[in-house]
């Protein structure tokens, strides 16, 4: 499969990311960080950023937590590069456009 129109989403690692998000709960934890947000930033476009970056280097931390408990050094890589192809900005956008219309989808 390219790089390119997954369901919808910019690529298939980027909409896998946003199905497991949804999957795993974890959407609910960055609607609450996207409401945390507000609080102190009122830039849509810069709360947008702060949870990309937020979700980068939690799945990020998780690689390297998995390393430490034993993942080979190649899954790692692969793992790893496969997150560098997901468009986190795509990802955020949708959570914090579920936020601002009241949902939890």
Do not use: P
Request: charged share 25%; hydrophobic share 40%; glycine share 6%.
């Amino acid at each position: 499969m390219s790089d390119t129109q997954c369901n919808g989403w910019k690529n298939r690692q980027t909409w896998l990311v946003n199905l497991w998000i949804h999957e795993s709960g974890e959407f609910s934890y960055y609607i609450d960080r996207a409401v945390a947000l507000t609080s102190t930033i009122d830039d849509r476009e810069s709360i947008i950023r702060h949870i990309a970056d937020d979700m980068r280097a939690d799945y990020a931390d998780q690689i390297c937590d998995n390393v430490d408990r034993g993942m080979s050094l190649m899954f790692s890589d692969l793992l790893g590069h496969a997150l560098a192809c997901v468009d986190w900005h795509t990802i955020a956008t949708h959570i914090v456009d579920e936020f601002a219309n009241g949902g939890d989808q």
